[in-house]
């Protein structure tokens, strides 16, 4: 399986139901709360000059009405998860963070 449909699976597990998107266009309706999810980086580690891990590193936004919301919360429980920033937009909360994934 790819990889980041198995990061998927794990983002619809997380915010229990299938409000997931990846890279979506602007022409989706989004349903809330929902979770957007986009590449934006690699990581590669050496060691010795030589390449032994490779990573995905994807910008993930959980999107809620509810300013308490207990997504950001579960994102966290993942190994190479970090909080970026949280803003509102729309009377929309927007907690953004950085996700590393295996390739």
Do not use: W
């Not at 050496?46 to 936004?61: C, G």
């Not at 308490?68 to 803003?87: V, W």
């Amino acid at each position: 399986m790819d990889n980041r449909l198995e990061l998927h699976q794990i983002l619809i597990d997380i915010i229990g139901n299938n409000n997931v998107y990846f890279q979506p266009p602007s022409s989706i309706k989004l349903a809330y709360p929902c979770i957007i999810y986009k590449l934006s980086n690699f990581k590669i580690t050496y060691a010795d000059s030589i390449k032994y891990a490779n990573m995905k590193s994807y910008e993930v936004t959980v999107i809620d009405q509810n300013p308490d919301s207990i997504i950001p919360g579960k994102l966290l429980e993942l190994e190479y998860c970090q909080f970026n920033t949280f803003f509102t937009s729309d009377n929309l909360n927007h907690f953004v963070f950085s996700l590393f994934y295996k390739i």
